[in-house]
């Protein structure tokens, strides 16, 4: 072996030894274990001994997928494999491609389109002789998707009608994909302002409550104190279970007022239970009057 192609071979082979959790097996023998679509396997790597003027034999025992052959779980229906290149190709590119691209479909052959005769092109008439105004759209100054492509990959799909075939599948599944992730961050978008309102919509909510219960609070804080205020005379205590009970349903109402605040119990529950005691309270206060 030549000083430049041992010069080749050793870069390549410190290249491939560059992938996290590589194992070195024997001389030119390697494994790699991998996530392929849903299970992870052990990905053989074997260097022939015309390496790199040869490509390189990658098993994946016990794996079925379209690209391995059955017999003996050989990568085969692979481009970096088929098209390799001692002096141009990669086993790291080609490991990274079979990985990266396992879970696609496999690409549908193109099928030869017979030659065509060649028949002349007619003449168009010109505009000043046509009735119609005719805009034609303005000619592209950037194609985003042929710009990341590199020049081999361009070459490729110039010169063999499968390359192209599968690089036009590509462009219309990357197209897809982009539509999808803009309709799905245009909903989470919607969803966001949603709660953004809700939130402020309960906030407002416990504000009025809790101003509500402030002033609940100082209407029994007065009602107290002009209770106090009050002379006792004869018969009046005969009342003095009624106002003991109006006081009891008074400091429920508070007890209840607060484990809502707290979020203790649902605001159904509250409801019912506030209504309750509030009636409670008031029959008292009617029959309090009534004996005053």
Not at 68 to 77: C, E, K, S, V
Not at 171 to 182: G, K
Not at 207 to 213: G, T
Request: charged share 25%; aromatic share 6%.
């Amino acid at each position: 072996m030549n000083s430049a192609l041992s010069q080749r071979r050793n870069m390549l082979i410190g290249e491939l030894q560059t992938i996290k959790g590589l194992q070195t097996v024997a001389n030119n023998q390697f494994t790699l274990r991998a996530r392929l679509g849903t299970e992870v396997h052990t990905i053989q790597i074997v260097l022939p001994a015309n390496f790199p003027n040869s490509a390189p034999q990658i098993f994946v025992p016990g794996c079925t997928h379209w690209s391995l052959n059955p017999a003996n779980f050989q990568l085969a229906d692979n481009k970096h494999i088929k098209n390799w290149n001692g002096n141009s190709s990669s086993v790291k590119q080609t490991l990274d491609s079979f990985i990266l691209t396992f879970n696609n479909p496999r690409p549908a052959p193109v099928p030869t389109m017979p030659k065509q005769e060649v028949k002349p092109v007619p003449v168009i008439p010109q505009r000043s002789k046509l009735n119609v105004d005719v805009t034609l759209p303005p000619v592209p100054t950037n194609f985003a998707l042929i710009n990341t492509l590199s020049v081999e990959q361009l070459r490729s799909a110039i010169l063999d009608d499968g390359e192209f075939s599968r690089l036009l599948e590509r462009f219309s599944y990357e197209s897809e994909i982009r539509n999808l992730m803009q309709t799905v961050n245009a909903k989470i978008e919607a969803e966001l302002k949603r709660v953004k309102e809700i939130s402020h919509e309960d906030g407002e909510l416990r504000e009025s409550i809790r101003r509500l219960r402030i002033e609940q609070k100082t209407k029994y804080d007065e009602y107290q104190r002009l209770l106090n205020d009050l002379p006792v005379e004869a018969g009046q205590t005969d009342n003095s279970i009624l106002v003991e009970e109006m006081e009891e349903s008074e400091m429920m109402s508070l007890d209840l007022d607060e484990a809502m605040d707290n979020g203790e119990i649902e605001i159904d529950e509250f409801i019912d239970q506030y209504v309750d005691v509030r009636k409670n309270y008031h029959m008292k206060r009617i029959a309090l009057d009534a004996t005053s």
